[in-house]
């Protein structure tokens, strides 16, 4: 079975300009996360749908981020116009229906922004 | 508002040595704790999930040990070799976010 998937590994863009990151749940797991991790800093949610619905975007920085999950499935996280700041990776992870399921992440695309 | 504070943040040990790395939360309102691995560069792996109701969960030779009330949980390595060095992250969910440590980075020297 495949797990998350992130796509892309990498991204170098320059300050301005917009960036699309995608993720692919584990298959059947309902919940879907985004979590980024800025250099020195801890971990940080971002924001969870369940199926398409966005459940809790209190995480998102600003209104330059914006998250969609299309028919439940894949979830696209864009950047426009990203800024220096949002430079991190960006994880993504899944879980099962339910609060005490285990979370399962992608390997994570790391952003950076010149 | 739920802290996770990780000690040490950097561990050095020789090669076959146990090891406890330690994770500390201010809520103990909690449905669950879980220990990740990351490598340099590589994505987060899942070591253990304890749910609240439990107080201990082993994988071979780990071990991680929940003692809610207290908000501290414990990860243990027996035997450690070199492919063990990494960075150890604990992550706590109270809702459907988790709220994380800043890990401890680990290097096993042989």
């Known amino acids: 079975e495949a797990g998350v998937t992130q796509f892309p590994s990498h991204s170098v863009i320059e300050k301005g300009q917009t960036?699309?990151?995608?993720?692919?749940?584990?298959?059947g797991h309902d919940n879907l996360y985004w979590y980024r991790r800025v250099m020195g800093k801890e971990i940080?949610?971002?924001l969870h749908f369940v199926k398409e619905s966005k459940q809790d975007e209190s995480g998102m920085p600003n209104n330059r981020f914006l998250a969609e999950r299309t028919g439940g499935t894949y979830s696209t996280l864009k950047v426009q116009p990203a800024e220096l700041e949002d430079s991190g990776v960006y994880f993504c992870a899944s879980s099962w229906t339910?609060?005490?399921?285990?979370?399962?992440?992608?390997?994570?695309?790391?952003?950076?922004?010149l | 508002k739920q802290e996770v504070t990780q000690i040490p943040a950097a561990l050095s040990v020789p090669e076959g040595e146990n090891l406890v790395l330690n994770c500390s939360f201010t809520d103990s309102?909690?449905?669950?704790?879980?220990w990740f691995r990351?490598?340099?560069g590589k994505g987060l792996t899942s070591l253990l999930l304890i749910q609240s109701s439990q107080r201990e969960q082993t994988s071979g030779r780990l071990n991680?040990?929940?003692d809610k009330s207290s908000g501290r949980s414990t990860l243990y390595i027996a035997a450690s070799q070199p492919g063990d060095s990494a960075t150890y992250l604990c992550a706590v969910r109270g809702?459907?976010?988790?709220?994380?440590?800043?890990?401890?980075?680990l290097i096993i020297k042989p």
């Open chain 1, 98 to 113: 339910g609060l005490t399921g285990e979370l399962f992440f992608g390997e994570g695309s790391r952003l950076t922004v």
């Open chain 2, 95 to 105: 809702n459907y976010q988790l709220i994380w440590g800043a890990g401890t980075k």
């Open chain 1, 44 to 46: 940080k949610f971002l």
């Open chain 2, 64 to 66: 991680a040990s929940l």
């Open chain 2, 38 to 40: 990351q490598d340099p």
């Open chain 1, 19 to 27: 960036v699309t990151l995608r993720c692919d749940p584990i298959s």
């Open chain 2, 29 to 34: 309102a909690i449905y669950n704790l879980q």
